[in-house]
């Protein structure tokens, strides 16, 4: 009786002692790089996994309770959640909309061939070189509505206007896509015109000879040529938008109410504002979650 | 050779058991069962927040070197991360913080969870003179019961007034809520600002409860974790504050105690309700533009005679300090009844000692501290339970949100009885 899988005497390449060891050595080689991602990503998933059915909270000494899906039911399911995911849902695509046609018009002027062109381009770099909460608490003093700029400029044009940002649910989540976007349109324009300038000038000198007018050569060249920045800036931008705490922390605290309450602010207050970690795991668990759709959506259009 | 081999294994096995046994007795010598320490401490490290009293605890704890020669390791926390970092480091099994200070409300989450050793037996000492308090501030220093703190500054909500507005149009301080309204109303009138009221998303809860508690209500129903917000005190509360609302400057709809104090030292605003924490500020000309034109007065009296509220920073020893002792030895070196005045020249605002009264350092640095230990007396701390953060930011929230679309007092306060009643229903303690 064989002891080994020998197919019609060819011993199969499957199971052949050299196929073996290459696959043993290349799993050798790559263990380091599959250790850290084990200890840096699959282990703390693991753990909050576990967290999130426990009745974990900093004030609460000894160990643990086991208590199922009881934060999923009380913290997630829930019309507080919902909401939270809904001013993520809508601070992702504002910023998106604001930041991606205002970063492309930037990007075609700076390829252009104008003078100072690098000045500008400096200029443009500052909001980027900025950390968020000096951002957040920049604007937040400029939106005051006693003291702030933007009272003052409304007040150029009626004296008697008192606009308050930061009271009004729908101002105070404007106010969040503005600072979001003076942050971010620098770094879309940048990958935009990186893309932009690495797309060949014989292609538009062979659509100019073919009679295209500049719409056509826009809509046929530029536009494909950047689509994979595009696809790339779409995603990193978003995913930036997906877990923002900062600005919203710093600018308007997820308020008036809770307004402007992202699911970041809301982990973030369960677990340390409240001390329930059980309870923040189970909204980080189901963040991470929702992000899987987008992920996997983003893999197969990058294939294409 | 193979006997030779077993003997060097044996004997390394006996030096790794040896090794271990060493090791494991240095790490646990220094501990006594008691939590005590045996052996000759040199350095403490203690958890400040940046503030005029983590300042003044810094240069104590240089004075406290130079006296004893155990020097005590600063480690600045910033306000917000100070409970979570007191808890996790609770956590642990040697102590990362043996000193603590922390804001009031944090006081019943880090006392539930064991992170705080009590300090029954240390503050009968007579050095340290816990009975120089006023009774109210000795309760403010108890969670269920037990001191597991020391007042490190008393901070009772008082009335603010800005003198040179008040006067510009003949009205005096107000001594109860129908007048401070009657001013409020009279100076809203002249295009002013006649109150001053928070309404953040996060803190704005504070100074709505100074509101109940002024009209002589509470936040639970005495001796339980029952919600009392459906009381007739709650509803003139709500409806005093909402009807304050046109008349408070609009960057405080968004703001919480800071924004109120900065709008009130912009000269405008006529009165507000605030902690007596902010006197450091509304008094530095670098800051303030009323530096010499406020005065601050006992908070209005309502239907139900005189109340208010009274927060401030508290000191604590850690449960897993390894040194109690000598931990204590600071804290009453730093807040004992003799150490006030040193206190008080470090620039920090100092507990509601009675004493201070007769103190002229006090009097000299600290113009309201007849005004402080007054209102300490009668102040009242909120329920401490662990679940009160989330109970602030809860009704916070429904606070800010009415304030935002006009839904008013009704609105506000059925949803705040409603979520305050839902959380307080997982609490165990609120006392």
Redesign the interface.
Known sequence: MPTSPVVGGVRSPHRSPIRRRRRLSGLAFLSPALGILIIVIALPMAIGLYQSLTNMALTRPGAPDFIGSTNYENRVFTASFGRAAGVTASIMVLSLIVQLPIGYYLALCLSRRIPASSVFRTILTIPMMLTPVAVGLMWRFLADPDLGVIRWIVSLVDSSAHPNLLASSSGALLLIVAVSSWSHIPFVTLMLLAGLLAVPDELYEAAAVDGANSWQRRWHITLPSLAPVLLIVCVLRLAGDYRMFDLVYTVTNGGPGSSTRNLSMLAYMEGLQYYQIGRACAIAMAMALLALPAFFAYRKVARL | MSTNKLTSTKQLLAGAALAFALTVSACSSGNDPNGGSTTTVTSLTMAVSSSPSGTALTELAKDFEAKTGIHINIVELGY?DI??KI??A??QSSATYDIVQFDSPMYA?LA???ALASLENYVTSPAYGFDDFPEQVKDYARFDGVTHAIPLSTEPYVLWNNTDLLAAHNLKPADTLDQYVANATALGAAGLYGSDSG????TGAYYWLEALYLFGGSLTKPGTCQSALDSAAAQAAAKFYFDMLPLT???T??AGGNGMTN?FI?GDVGQMVNATGYYSIVVDPEQSKIPQSFEMTLPPSGPDGRHTLMFGWLAGVTANSAAPEVAWQFLEFALGQQAMSRLIELGAPPPARSSLKDLPEAQTAIPYVDLLVEASAFGEHLPYT??M??II?SIS??L??????GSGADAFLAQAQQRAQSILAEAEVCK
């Open positions: 917000n409970a979570t808890l996790l609770a956590g989450a539930s969870a064991g309404f953040s998303p996060t400057p609009a960057t709809v968004n709008a912009q662990p679940v953060s989330e930011v929230e429904v800010s949100q009415a304030a935002a679309d």
